[in-house]
């Protein structure tokens, strides 16, 4: 079993930063594609970003692509989503995932693994 675990959410003014971050439990960290998603109120949640187990291919949604940045060090069983020039509509729970699959992958049905989601709001 997998576990997984965000934290660096919290609370920023429209035009700030935040990293967030993600752990997985697992000696085969290194070989798991992550994944990140979001969920505001009262919608379905959706792809942020995705990186494949060597972190070679990132995908990323069109709504955060040029501010957002993801990362992972497989040293630490850790990825990061660096999130600058946040906006009010950026506000939503984050949820980090991880999938057996190397590749990097968009769809949330092929994810195995999700953590318990750490808040992110942005005020304007």
């Known amino acids: 079993q997998v576990q997984v675990v965000e934290s660096g959410g919290g609370l920023v003014q429209a035009g700030g930063s935040l990293r967030l971050s993600c752990a997985a439990s697992g000696r085969t960290f290194s070989s798991y594609a992550m994944g990140w998603f979001r969920q505001a109120p009262g919608k379905e949640r959706e792809f942020v970003a995705a990186?494949?187990?060597?972190?070679?291919?990132?995908y990323y949604a069109d709504s955060v692509k040029g501010r957002f940045t993801l990362s992972r060090d497989n040293a630490k069983n850790t990825v990061y989503l660096q999130m600058n020039s946040l906006k009010p509509e950026d506000t939503a729970v984050y949820i980090c995932?991880?999938?057996?699959?190397?590749?990097?992958?968009?769809?949330?049905?092929?994810?195995?693994?999700w953590g318990q989601g750490t808040q992110v709001t942005v005020s304007s």
């Open positions: 990186i494949s187990w060597n972190g070679e291919i990132i």
């Open positions: 995932a991880a999938t057996v699959r190397r590749p990097a992958i968009v769809v949330m049905r092929d994810y195995d693994y």
